[in-house]
């Protein structure tokens, strides 16, 4: 079975960074490098929205409210997904999850980050 432990949020101050992990463990040891990974956020009463990805090259993109801001890196040897968020705005405040992004696995309980203004 699975398992995704997202870590690394907090209360910071806007302006402030923060750096998440994604730790995948379990039976997707032989799977992880091949797949594209993924976090996400929920804000308050809102959906869920992919905020970066990452492909198994390595390429990356992100949703346009947070470029040049955070960045997406991983560590197949560790099985790792990292998220490194800078300059962070209020409007950033939410629980983060990262997931395998085309073939979606059981969702963590994810990272509560909030940023005070």
């Known amino acids: 079975q699975v398992r995704l432990v997202e870590s690394g949020g907090g209360l910071v101050q806007a302006g402030g960074s923060l750096r998440l992990s994604c730790a995948a463990s379990?039976?997707?040891?032989?799977?992880?490098?091949?797949?594209?990974w993924a976090w996400y956020s929920q804000a308050p009463g809102k959906q869920r929205e992919l905020v970066a990805q990452?492909?198994?090259?390595?390429?990356?993109d992100y949703v346009n409210s947070v470029k040049g801001r955070f960045t997406i890196s991983r560590d197949n040897s560790k099985k790792m997904v990292y998220l490194q968020m800078n300059s962070l705005k209020p409007e950033d405040t939410g629980v983060y999850y990262c997931?395998?992004?085309?073939?979606?696995?059981?969702w963590g309980q994810g990272t509560q980050v909030t940023v005070s203004s």
């Open positions: 990452i492909t198994s090259s390595r390429n990356t």
């Open positions: 379990g039976s997707i040891f032989s799977y992880f490098s091949p797949r594209d």
């Open positions: 997931n395998s992004l085309k073939e979606p696995l059981d």
